[in-house]
């Protein structure tokens, strides 16, 4: 194609590019003129995170061709800073607000919203609302975003110059509890951080994965030599027999069982084949259909049902039968109990494949250097990457390294491999840097989901109201392959009945293989889909016994002195009934409002009917009854720099913040003189996956021991008598080439750095002078036979109220207010735990009322809907914070247990509103009024 | 992955119907729709490309003898703006204020919505119920062609393969109405499960006059539901009318299940938001 010159001024600069008229503004704009901070999530105009402002207007950069943006003129977030490296306002107050979590969908909010103040600098919540009605955001729940545009506005409107927050800047010791932004948060709103597909060395090759059109067929690869002689620009072509090293991967060493490439059969559509390497015009040029592949369809195990069926084929010789993992938990006589019960009630729930919709696709570039490889690439789990990169090309660990990109959200999703197995066997096998980003549809394809399930669960209580037993069965697709089925099998015995006491319980699980996508981890492995059973019972129950449903879970709610339902018994920071209080009032008025509204709307007029309900929740932190450790380092180097090297993960999540506030604390320096060094599997000692809402917990552990034993050391340096911490504790400083130590009694003693030996870290170009280290595993024993033991240390709790207004005739569903309390132990950071309940709840919200991922069929984001900012309701948050002794300063985790509570709270407002309890999820339209209908005909 | 297709710029309409008439092109307006199918591939990739966006005669809002005419290049953000819509046919900004967001208000158009013929494009009931007529052009010369004629079968249209879309007039007989509904499962950037617009004339003694009940998202096609049209042609918004109404629009329609909906419950929706308009128009 002929390329020509299209001109148009781009940051106020005048700028000429020759470029294919209809490439896409959005790939002119990143790959030409190198402005990576414009963003690419689906390039179909679902997902906003290319929005550039264009002619004054926003546009999405990916739906305009070059031809059109000829003699326009366009900004980029590149140009909203204030000067080079300093944040404008708008972006400052995305930092002060914590409105950017991951970030990738900063700089499209960004530019839509200085359209829109520009346009009508007087923009109320609801104009903020539709302005940025086209942006996703799959983090946030926009909720602190729209309050960062707001606060933008009062400013300008008010003309202050500069930023519109004041930054949070505690002194020494202050940090833990304080609002301090995101560490990792200027380049985000700068948009200068970069993500999985923003690195692009030069000589950098592409490959490109053929997939499986067939659920479950035999394929046979003819001759390729005339693919290669019709196109010479093909460096390699890869097949399974390729493979270096072992081509079976998977998260748990008995479950490797996932090919890099399929070996003469595929399980699931979208599984990749074979690999083309070459420069992306040639594979551009290549057809599927030039393939020569021949294809055997097979009849498809298309889910539970066809899995379980006895004439079902078995999909791994390894698991006759297709169950791949049984759980089970234990505890009494569950049928006396149910038998001897005042009131029982059963429920059949039904969820499905829920899709993690992480606004950036899977990406990142693999490079050989000499025998090692190195993955510049977009994940959770750098330590696990690593092992398995080193499985597949069969080279010792120690060999690959894995450098995190910024992440540009993951959820559970980028814990499994993405693109890394295909760019490092061809980065290893041509020598040459090769990259892979996956379009959306090949990300929704290919990455895996959350478990549909089908549950079967019976609760039964006294007279009194108090508990008495729960059975419960699961079955969970877990797809073509065992990736974090093991996980999820384990994990939803221990929490099915909920956190409350029973004396007998029952609950059994099943992971089963399908031929549909891999089922892997998604916030919650398993605990989401458990609980709208749970919580529906438990209004069920109490709506027998006429008893308020949140006086009832209280009744029945686990706390300090409980025995759970694995043995365990909770000595501390269960804080289910303080939450469940502080919600009391709320839910009395809410109640109140509804049942007003409901009688007064007996007349004319649509009548909407409004309904409020509650769910709670408990999570165990951490990996269920096995070690998960971490280990931190922190380092004082020659310089007088301080160093957190810290291979936890940030994906938005807030995590290296937390870590930088705690070990701030526990050194005794103010947060701002800690730098970090993250995730770099060479610099970093292994702090294990961020994962399990864990990071804070375990390895907040980890950097508050790493620090104190920092700290230990420089008092030692010093000389200092009484080397203890506490408010009258000796202060540190640090001057330029030398620590000074201040003693209460106002001593001082200097350590020179330059006269101390370099000391050895993980990081061998660190040139530390004082190191101190720190590893945390949470104290848990294996589950027995009947699940009983200690799965974790502790535990996260919570609940939430949802107040929604139903059309009964289209039976459309509207969330008006959702009020969550969590326990969280601390608040590290009150911001991001804010951050994450809001987040949680849009994710909650989601998958309560509209997503369903259907292989195949759904694979972009407009058929696979996820909120907007118009579908989030008012979200007030109440932390409790109920110490755990063993937390680094009292905190546990947040991340996954917002969103537990979330969907049963919003099925039993249904229920409340219109009568109808929705058991298939999720409750669409079509699926409420059908239900509706049902019963007024029954 | 095929290569990218070539573009011609043109300013005029000559210059654009003599591109039209010398081969396959495919023009391009806002892009909101080409660009998405080239992304997914959905069908064959055009060589060449004709870009609209130059050219001035396709854009403006105007009044003309009686009838509000929109170029085909007007775009939803220009339709929400403009003063003359909303005095003269609100539904018009009422509906462009539903489509996407503000990213693809600023950029789709009218004509685009027109000549891409989805059956969720959600302009496309309020021309059936308004009998809008879509001018059309092309080296042969200009026709006007009856928006009820327009649509032929699943994304088929009359407009033949050198002819662009040049303006859309909407006729505005007095004392005539139009309503407009929406029904997603989303509250934002939501594709239509239904789309409905109903527009009548009322002179006050001889009841409603000219009904018109258009429908998106429930046929291959925009349609309109001839029958339930036929039962409301000189009856008032009474109760008894809208049950009537909305028992034989869920008889008349054969709408299809996909990822997006079910067939009943489009049907059952349907109804029931005829029935609601019926109920507002009728003040019960
Ligand atoms: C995220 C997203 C959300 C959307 N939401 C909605 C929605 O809510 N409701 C809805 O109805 N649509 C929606 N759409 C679809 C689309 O935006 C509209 O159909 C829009 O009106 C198309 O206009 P355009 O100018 O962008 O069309 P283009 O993409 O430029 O063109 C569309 C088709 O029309 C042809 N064409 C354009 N102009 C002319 C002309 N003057 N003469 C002849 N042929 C012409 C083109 O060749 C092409 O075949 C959405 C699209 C996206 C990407
Ligand atoms: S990348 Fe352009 S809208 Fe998603
Ligand atoms: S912060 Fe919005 S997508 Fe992550």
């Known amino acids: 194609m002929t390329a020509v010159d299209i001109a148009f001024e781009v940051n106020g600069r005048q700028t000429t590019v020759h470029v294919e008229p209809m ?64 944040a404008g306002d708008l972006q400052a107050a995305f930092l002060d607000h914590g409105a950017a979590q991951c970030g990738i969908c900063t700089p499209g909010m960004l530019m839509a919203a200085e359209t829109l103040l520009a346009a009508d600098p007087n923009a109320d919540d609801a104009a903020i609302r539709d302005g940025i009605g086209g942006v996703l955001c799959r983090c946030t729940g926009y909720v602190k975003i729209v309050e960062a545009i707001a606060a933008t506005r009062d400013a300008r409107l008010v003309g202050a110059a500069t930023g519109v927050g004041s930054p949070v800047v505690p002194v020494a010791g202050a ?64 097949t399974a027999a390729d493979v270096p090293g072992q081509n079976r991967y998977g998260i748990y060493a008995t479950g490797k069982d996932q090919p890099a490439l399929a070996d003469g059969v595929v399980r699931h559509p979208g599984e990749a084949i074979l690999a083309l390497v070459a420069d992306e015009a040639t594979l551009a040029a290549i057809a599927d259909s030039d393939l020569p592949i021949t ?96 499985l597949i090309l069969g080279i010792p660990p120690a060999d690959v390294r894995i450098i995190p990109t910024a992440c540009g959200g993951g959820f559970g999703g980028k814990l499994d491999l993405g693109v890394h197995a295909l760019i490092a066997i061809a980065a290893w096998r041509t020598g040459r840097p090769v990259q892979a980003v996956w379009t959306r549809p090949e990300s929704m394809a290919a990455s895996p989901k959350r478990h549909p399930s089908r549950i079967r669960a019976t609760a039964g209580v006294d007279a009194d109201g108090r508990l008495t037993a729960y059975r419960f069965h699961g079955d969970f697709d877990t797809g073509a392959y065992a990736s974090w089925g093991p996980t999820v099998a384990n994990r939803v015995p221990v929490h099915a009945m909920g956190p409350y006491g029973f004396d007998a319980v029952l609950a059994t699980t099943r992971a089963v293989y399908t031929n549909n996508p891999p089922a892997g981890a998604f916030r919650g492995f398993g605990v989401p889909q458990a609980s709208i059973a749970h919580e529906a019972l438990m209004d069920d129950l109490a709506a027998q016994l006429q008893i308020d449903a949140l006086e009832f879970r209280l009744t029945n709610a686990l706390r300090a002195g409980s025995t759970t339902a694995s043995g365990q018994r909770l000595d501390a920071s269960a804080g289910l009934p303080a939450c469940l209080e502080a919600l009391r009032p709320h839910w009395q008025r809410l109640r109140a409002e509804a049942a007003a509204h409901n009688a007064g709307a007996g007349g004319s007029g649509v009548r909407v009917r409004r309904g409020v309900g509650i769910g709670a929740m408990w999570y ?73 809402s864990r990071q804070t917990f375990v390895s907040g552990n980890a950097a508050r021991l790493a620090a104190a034993d920092l700290r230990r050391q420089i008092l030692l340096l010093a000389e200092v008598a009484d080397p203890t911490t506490g408010a009258d504790a000796a202060a540190i400083t640090f001057e330029e080439g030398r620590i000074v130590v201040t003693e209460p009694g106002g001593r001082t003693s200097e350590i020179d750095l330059a006269e101390l030996p370099l000391v050895p870290v993980r990081d061998v170009s660190a040139a530390c002078v004082i190191a101190g280290r720190g590893t945390f595993d949470p104290r848990t024993t294996p589950l027995d036979a009947d699940g009983q033991g200690v799965p974790y240390q502790t535990y996260a709790f919570g609940a939430q109220l949802a107040d929604v207004e139903v059309d009964p005739e289209l039976g459309t569903v509207k969330v008006r207010r959702i009020v969550a309390a969590h326990d969280v132990g601390r608040a590290i950071n009150p911001t991001q735990v804010e951050g994450q309940i809001h987040g ?99 | 992955m095929p290569a990218e297709p ?195 004339e009322d002179f006050g003694s001889t009841g409603w006059q000219n009904v018109r009940v258009a429908l998106g998202s429930v046929a291959a096609t925009p349609i309109r539901a001839r029958k339930t049209e036929l039962i409301l042609e000189g009856a008032r918004p009474t109760p008894e009318a809208a049950d009537l109404a909305a028992e034989i629009l869920v008889r008349e329609l054969n709408p299809i299940d996909d990822v997006r909906s079910t067939a009943d419950y489009r049907r059952m929706v349907s109804a029931r938001i005829l029935h609601r308009l019926l109920r507002e128009a009728g003040g019960w």
């Open chain 1, 23 to 86: 490439r896409r503004l959005s790939d002119v704009l990143r790959d030409e003129l190198g402005l990576f901070g414009t963003k690419v999530g689906c390039e179909a105009g679902d997902c906003g995170a290319c929005t550039v402002r264009l002619g004054g207007r926003q546009v999405e950069s990916c739906l305009v061709p070059a031809a059109q943006a000829n003699g326009t003129t366009i900004q980029t977030v590149e140009g909203l800073a204030a000067r080079d490296g300093v």
């Open chain 1, 175 to 238: 940090a833990v509890g304080s609002r301090i932004a995101k560490v990792d948060g200027l380049p985000r709103v700068l948009g200068t951080a970069r993500y999985g597909a923003d690195h692009r060395p030069d000589d950098v090759l592409a490959v490109r994965a053929i997939r499986s059109p067939h659920a479950r067929a035999r394929f046979e690869i003819g001759d390729l030599a005339p693919l290669r002689s019709r196109h010479p620009g093909l460096v390699d072509i890869i």
């Open chain 1, 295 to 390: 294809w055997e369809p097979l009849p498809p195990v298309r889910g539970l049902d066809d899995a379980l069926a006895a004439e079902a084929p078995t999909l791994h010789d390894a698991s006759p039968g297709n169950v791949l993992i049984r759980g089970r938990l234990a505890r009494g006589d569950v049928d006396a109990a149910l038998v001897a019960s005042h009131a029982t009630a059963t429920i059949d729930v039904e969820t499905t494949f829920v899709e993690h919709a992480y606004i950036e696709p899977e990406a990142g570039v693999a490079r050989r250097v000499g025998d090692r490889i190195e993955l510049t690439v977009s994940t959770q789990a750098p330590y696990m990457d690593r092992d398995e990169v080193a």
């Open chain 1, 620 to 692: 165990g932190i951490g990996n269920t009854s096995m070690s998960n450790p971490s280990t931190i380092e922190m380092g004082v180097t020659d310089d007088a720099r301080v160093v957190l090297f810290c291979g936890a993960v940030d994906i938005g999540q807030g995590a290296s913040t937390v870590l930088v506030q705690i070990a701030a604390d526990a050194l005794g320096v103010p947060a701002g003189v800690v730098e970090l060094v993250s995730g770099d599997t060479d610099r970093t000692a292994d702090a294990g996956k961020s994962s399990a």
């Open chain 1, 840 to 938: 949680g709840i849009a994710q909650g919200l989601g998958f309560a009322l509209m997503e369903a991922y259907v292989p195949g069929r759904t694979e972009n984001l407009h058929d696979y809907l996820i909120p907007t900012v118009g579908d989030m309701p008012e979200i007030e948050c109440l932390l409790i914070e109920d110490p755990e002794p063993s937390g680094p300063y009292g905190a546990k985790g947040v991340g996954e247990p917002a969103l537990i509570p979330t969907a049963p709270a919003i099925l039993g407002a249904i229920h409340d509103a219109v009568g109808v309890r929705i058991t298939q999820l999720p409750a669409t339209p079509d699926r409420v009024r059908a239900a509706i209908l049902a019963r007024a005909g029954a």
């Open chain 2, 6 to 200: 070539q573009i011609d710029v043109p300013r005029h309409l000559f210059e654009a119907y003599e591109r039209l008439a010398a081969g396959p092109t495919r023009p391009i307006a806002g892009g909101t729709d080409v660009m998405v199918a080239i992304t997914g591939e959905l069908a064959p990739i055009p060589e060449r490309m004709l870009d609209l966006s130059r050219i001035d005669a396709l854009r403006g809002i105007q009044l003309e003898a009686g009838s509000l005419v929109l170029g085909a290049r007007t775009t939803y953000t220009e339709i929400r703006r403009s003063a003359l819509c909303r005095e003269h046919l609100p539904v018009l900004v009422e509906a462009a204020a539903t489509i996407g967001a503000a990213q693809i208000q600023n950029r789709g158009t009218l004509g685009g919505n027109i000549a891409n013929a989805s059956p969720a494009g959600d302009m496309l009931p309020i021309l059936l119920a308004t009998d809008a007529a879509i001018l059309v052009g092309g080296q042969r010369g200009e026709r006007e062609i009856p928006a009820k004629d327009f649509f032929i079968a699943y994304r088929k249209t009359a407009l033949a393969p050198d002819e662009l879309i040049l303006h859309v007039r909407f006729p505005l007989p007095p004392g005539r109405e139009v309503r407009f509904r929406k029904v997603g499962t989303r509250r934002a950037q939501a594709i239509s499960k239904v789309v409905m617009a109903l527009a009548w």
